[in-house]
C-alpha cells in the first residue's frame, strides 16, 4: 500500500484497529460476569477464579513492552495480524475447556496475544496519521473505544449467560477477530522502524520477568496481605529486577525501551497522568461492581446496565478532549480531567444503601468525564513525544501504565476496602453462632455475607437478614476512607501534571531546542548576534519535529 492510499483510507485504517481494540476491551470486562457460573460449572475454587482473571493481566502486562519492540522491528501489521489468529485460537480453547487449569492456561495464552494486539493498534496508528492534529482527533476516538469494552463486556456478558452456556462469552470474540482480520489484509498498512537495532534479548527477559513479580505482588496483596512473606517478596523481586532493567537499557547500544524518553516531561508526566487515570477508573469498578449487587441487590446485568453511563461518557468526551487541548493546553486539560475523577471518588464516597441508580449514573458520568480528558491528550502526549520508528514500544508505555494503574488501583482501594470491612464485621460476627467456616466467609467479603444469608434465611430469617444488614452497612462505611485515599492519590497527580507536563508540544520543542543550542553555544564562543539568529533557526526546527 503506497503512501498515498495510505493516507487516503487512514479513517477506514482506524475503523480496523478500534475493531482490534474492541476485542480486547470486551473480553477484559465480560469475564468478570461469567466468574459465578465458572465456579458452579466447572467447580472452580475462589483461588482459581481469581486466577482466570489474573493470569491474562500478568502476561499481557508482562509481554507489552517486548511485543511492541517486536512490532517495530519486524512490522506492526504482522505483529496485529499474529495477534488475532492466536487470540481467536485462545478463545475457542477457553469456550471448550474441560476444567479450571486448563482455562487458566488458555487465558494466559489470550493475554500473551493481546499483548501484541493493543500496543500495534496505537502504533500503526501514529504511523499512519502524520498530522498532528488528526492524529489528535483519532486517539481520541482510540481512547473511546477502548473504554467502550467496559460497558459492552458486562451487558453482552450478562444477556449471554441469560441464553447461552458459559462458552459463549468466550466465543462471542471470534465474529470480531474474522472481521478484523478480513479488514486488516485490505485496509491496515505495514510499518515499521527502519532502521531497527536487533532484538535486546536481555531487556526483554529482565522486562517480563521484572512485570510478572511485581504485578504479581500487587495483585495478590489485598488478599494474603501487604506485609505476607509472599508478596515482600514478588514485590521485591520485581523491584529489583526491573532496576536491573532500567541499569541495563542505560549501558545497552540496542536496547528495547530508550530509558531517555523519561527524561522528556510530556512522555513521563502524561504516563503517570494514564497510571492514575486507570486507578481511578479500575479502583471505582471494583468497589462499585460489588456496591450495586450486594448492597444494592442489582443482578449482574442490571449492575452491568447500571455501569454504562461512565463508557458512554468516555466515549464522547474523549474524542473531544482535543478541542480543549487547543485552547487552554495538554497540562490544564490533563490536570483539570484529574481533579474531576477525584470528585467522583469523593462523590462516590457518600453513596450508601439508600442511594438510587440515578445517583450511581451521576458519579460515574463524572468520573467519565475526569478520564476523558486524561486519556486521550495524555496518549497523544505520549505518542508524539517520540519519533514515529518507536511507535510500537511508546504504545507499549501506554498500555503497561493502563494495565500498572489498573491493578494499583484495585490492590490499594481492595485492600483498604477489605481491612475496613473486616475490623467492621468482626464484632457483627462475634455473637452469632455461624460455624467458623460461614464466619470466615462473612468476615472475608460482602459476596460471602449474602451467600451465608442466602443459605441461613430458610432456617433462620431474622438472623440472616440482620447479618446481611450489617455486612452492607460495613461495606458502605469501608467504602469511605478507600476511596478517599483514591482521590487523594489522584489530586495529587493533578498537582504533578500542573508542574511537569508542558502545556503544548511547541512548549517542549523550545526547551529542548534551548538546552542543546546553550551547550553548543557555550563550546562555540558565538556573538551574541549570532546566538539569537542561532536559537531561533533551532526554535523553528523544533517545532517542526513537535508537528511532525
Not at 495510505?6 to 475493531?19: A, I, K
Not at 440482620?466 to 469511605?480: C, G
Not at 483514591?486 to 520543542?509: D, K, S, Y
Request: glycine share 12%; hydrophobic share 55%.
Amino acid at each position: 500500500m503506497d503512501a498515498i492510499a495510505t493516507h487516503r483510507r487512514r479513517w477506514y485504517t482506524l475503523l480496523v484497529l478500534c475493531m482490534s481494540l474492541l476485542v480486547i476491551g470486551i473480553d477484559n470486562t465480560i469475564l468478570n460476569v461469567a466468574l459465578p457460573t465458572l465456579s458452579e460449572q466447572l467447580g472452580a475454587t475462589s483461588s482459581q477464579l481469581q486466577w482466570i482473571v489474573d493470569a491474562y493481566v500478568i502476561v499481557f502486562a508482562g509481554l507489552l513492552l517486548t511485543a511492541g519492540a517486536i512490532g517495530d522491528r519486524f512490522g506492526r501489521k504482522k505483529a496485529l495480524t499474529g495477534g488475532l489468529v492466536v487470540f481467536g485460537i485462545g478463545s475457542v480453547l477457553a469456550a471448550f475447556s474441560g476444567s479450571a487449569g486448563h482455562l487458566i492456561g488458555t487465558r494466559a495464552l489470550m493475554g500473551a496475544a493481546g499483548a501484541f494486539i493493543m500496543p500495534a493498534t496505537l502504533s500503526i496508528l501514529t504511523n499512519v496519521f502524520t498530522d498532528a492534529a488528526e492524529r489528535a482527533k483519532a486517539i481520541g476516538v482510540w481512547a473511546g473505544v477502548s473504554a467502550l469494552g467496559i460497558a459492552i463486556g458486562p451487558l453482552a456478558g450478562g444477556w449471554l449467560l441469560e441464553h447461552f452456556s458459559w462458552g459463549s462469552v468466550f466465543l462471542v470474540n471470534i465474529p470480531f477477530v474474522i472481521a478484523a482480520l478480513v479488514a486488516g489484509h485490505f485496509l491496515v498498512p505495514e510499518s515499521a522502524d527502519p532502521d531497527a537495532p536487533r532484538l535486546d534479548l536481555v531487556g526483554a527477559a529482565l522486562s517480563i520477568a521484572g512485570l510478572v513479580a511485581f504485578l504479581w505482588g500487587i495483585i495478590e496483596a489485598p488478599g494474603k496481605g501487604w506485609t505476607s512473606p509472599e508478596v515482600l517478596v514478588a514485590l521485591g523481586v520485581g523491584a529489583a529486577v526491573l532496576g536491573l532493567f532500567v541499569a541495563w537499557e542505560l549501558r545497552s547500544d540496542h536496547p528495547m525501551l530508550d530509558i531517555r524518553f523519561f527524561r522528556n516531561p510530556r512522555f513521563s508526566a502524561a504516563s503517570g497522568a494514564i497510571t492514575l487515570s486507570f486507578f481511578a477508573m479500575f479502583g471505582a469498578m471494583f468497589v462499585l461492581t460489588q456496591y450495586l449487587q450486594a448492597v444494592l441487590g442489582y443482578s449482574a446485568l442490571q449492575a452491568g446496565l447500571r455501569l454504562a453511563p461512565i463508557s458512554l461518557v468516555l466515549m464522547i468526551v474523549a474524542p473531544t478532549a482535543n478541542i480543549w487541548v487547543k485552547r487552554f493546553g495538554s497540562k490544564y486539560v490533563v490536570a483539570t480531567g484529574l481533579l474531576i475523577a477525584a470528585g467522583g471518588l469523593v462523590m462516590m464516597s457518600r453513596l450508601d444503601g439508600s442511594s438510587s441508580a440515578w445517583q450511581v449514573t451521576g458519579v460515574l458520568a463524572l468520573l467519565g468525564l475526569g478520564m476523558g480528558n486524561v486519556m486521550a491528550p495524555a496518549t497523544d502526549s505520549i505518542m508524539g513525544s517520540l519519533p514515529k520508528e518507536r511507535a510500537g514500544v511508546g504504545s507499549a508505555v501506554n498500555d503497561t501504565t493502563r494495565e500498572i494503574g489498573g491493578a494499583l488501583g484495585v490492590a490499594i482501594i481492595g485492600s483498604l476496602l477489605a481491612s475496613s470491612y473486616r475490623s467492621s464485621m468482626d464484632a457483627a460476627v462475634a455473637g452469632t453462632p455461624l460455624p467458623a467456616d460461614a464466619a470466615n466467609a462473612v468476615r472475608d467479603s460482602i459476596g460471602g455475607a449474602v451467600a451465608v444469608s442466602q443459605r441461613a434465611a430458610a432456617d433462620f430469617p431474622q438472623q440472616a437478614a440482620q447479618l446481611l444488614d450489617a455486612a452492607r452497612d460495613s461495606f458502605v462505611s469501608a467504602m469511605r476512607p478507600a476511596l478517599m485515599v483514591g482521590a487523594a492519590f489522584i489530586a495529587l497527580g493533578a498537582l504533578v501534571v500542573l508542574f511537569f507536563l508542558p502545556a503544548r508540544a511547541e512548549e517542549q520543542a523550545e526547551l529542548e531546542a534551548a538546552e542543546l543550542d546553550a551547550v553548543d553555544i557555550g563550546e562555540a564562543g558565538l556573538e551574541p548576534a549570532a546566538i539569537d539568529r542561532r536559537l531561533d533557526g533551532v526554535g523553528e526546527l523544533g517545532l517542526a519535529g513537535a508537528d511532525a
